[in-house]
């Protein structure tokens, strides 16, 4: 890979996601080489992923060249490349651009899409846990209004026009809120050619709530939100079949819709050398101690979504969110340097800041650790939370000046079909049958 030998300790950071690039930052200026892989060269913003599938934001408001974020480091070096493989044993990495040799080694991968083995589902339904794959969403959703506008088969056109969204978490909520109201606001100016107002948005949950992760009251105000947009919610329903034009149920409900978007759960992503079952948990995360040392290896941490540090509060480890992953980035970083100023490391401790979900134009649910609030203040809370960590100033600025035009116009520029999705639409020529329910 060409990274010059050095008298100081080589730490390798695998992700340049929300952990890697703080734990890169907290290392800068020490003595210390850091060296970054990524498959990408840019660090995504996770959380806004569904605004650009909504075609609410292009691409590059939430993405931010990793090389820029830590130019004006010393001994840092970053590479584009993926893993495939850690040698414990040599203490070295294999990736698709070569191998490279590390004193302390640090998985900072992120978690991808849990199918939970529905091998149908995975190959007919959308998942959105990266840019291409927001892309991708996006394109496919114009192109199924498209090509609705070539059918006369009433059932094809509803088809092509419905929307179901498995998962009841804030990315199926978020994403669920934004459909809508493009459904409103978008839709009857670009097609007043179809009858849009047949276009169904339907949010299945298989728990008895949503947002089940926060407070009873945001669960409830966030569905009186949806279902005042005319989003459909379906409860302690499971989703288990979805052929490209046919969503199954365990019940005798079932759906017609052109597009599934699979928001139902996210698992660890694997990394051989380090999927023994002795290093892991459900969920395929890396069993790591309170210092994020990797159980059975004293050179190799693991932090965000990857990793879980099991205690009697935190059983089955930390939320796979943002802000575990910035400050355990924060403080492996410390205790890195304490390691190498020979001083005992400090255990972790998360400080849970809250969590928080908007639903659209002026309505969101807040839950903070001492305060709960929703509607309009919360839509305001969360844009400014947003803003703050998104990277970048010139990011900044551009969401928020997308996010008052869009307000203010009741418009989403960014609906652009730059990459256009193959998709076959030759199955919507087969006989269909209408939705139902016992």
């Known amino acids: 890979m060409n990274i010059p030998k050095s008298s100081f300790p080589r730490v390798v950071i695998v992700g340049g996601g929300f952990g890697g690039v703080a734990l890169a930052k907290e290392l800068s200026g020490k003595e210390v080489q850091v060296v970054l892989l990524d498959k990408n060269n840019y660090h995504t913003f996770q959380p806004l992923l569904y605004q650009v599938s909504t075609g609410g934001l292009e691409p ?35 990736t698709n651009i070569g191998e490279l040799s590390y004193d302390h080694l640090v998985i900072a991968v ?13 190959k007919n339904g959308m998942a959105m846990k990266s840019i291409p794959q927001s892309l991708n969403l996006r394109s496919m959703i114009l192109e199924n ?20 969204i498995v998962g009841g978490g804030p990315t199926g909520v978020e ?34 709530r949503i947002l089940k992760e926060m407070s009873e009251k945001a669960s409830e105000k966030a569905e009186d939100f949806l279902e005042s947009l005319g989003v ?7 989703v288990t079949d979805y052929d490209g034009k046919k969503v199954s149920t365990k019940t005798k409900l079932e759906f017609e819709a052109a597009t599934l978007v699979w928001a139902a759960g996210v698992k660890g992503v694997s990394i051989k050398g380090l999927d023994a079952e002795n290093f892991l948990v459900p969920g395929n995360r890396i069993k790591v101690n309170e210092f994020n040392q990797v159980v059975g290896d004293s050179n190799i941490y693991a932090i965000g979504d990857i990793a879980c540090i099991q205690s009697d509060t935190t ?30 490391m400090q255990p972790f401790k998360y400080k849970d800041k809250g969590s ?18 929703q509607g309009v203040f919360a839509w305001f809370v969360w844009m400014f939370v947003h803003l703050f960590f998104l990277i970048g100033f010139r990011n900044r600025m551009v969401v928020f000046i997308n996010w008052v035009y869009n307000y203010i116009r009741f418009d989403r520029e960014a609906r652009l079909i730059i990459r256009p999705y193959q998709r076959d639409y030759s199955k919507f020529n087969e006989p269909r049958t ?3 329910e016992v």
Not at 67 to 77: A, P, S, V
Not at 152 to 160: G, K, P, S, T
Not at 232 to 238: E, S
């Open 60 to 94: 590059d408001s939430i993405a931010y060249p990793i090389r820029k974020i830590l130019q004006d480091y010393k001994n840092f070096f970053f590479r584009m490349a993926e893993l495939q493989q850690v040698v414990r044993e040599q203490k070295i990495v294999v």
């Open 110 to 122: 992120g978690s991808e899409t849990n199918f939970f083995g529905n091998i149908e589902i995975e």
């Open 145 to 164: 209004f498209e090509q609705a506008l070539l059918t006369d088969n009433l059932h094809e056109r509803d088809a092509l026009m419905n929307f179901v």
């Open 175 to 208: 994403l669920a809120g934004a459909l809508a109201e493009i459904k409103k606001g978008i839709l009857p100016k670009d097609y007043p050619d179809l009858d849009t107002r047949r276009a169904q948005i339907n949010l299945i949950q298989s728990g008895d």
């Open 232 to 238: 459909q919610i379906w409860k302690n329903t499971r």
């Open 315 to 344: 059983p089955y480890g930390h939320p796979m969110m943002a802000q575990p992953a910035i400050q355990q980035g924060t403080h492996l970083g410390e205790n890195l340097v304490r390691l190498f100023d020979n001083k005992a």
């Open 356 to 373: 928080m979900a908007t639903v659209g134009r002026n309505k969101a649910v807040v839950d903070l650790k001492k305060y709960r609030f």
């Open 434 to 436: 209408s939705k139902k």
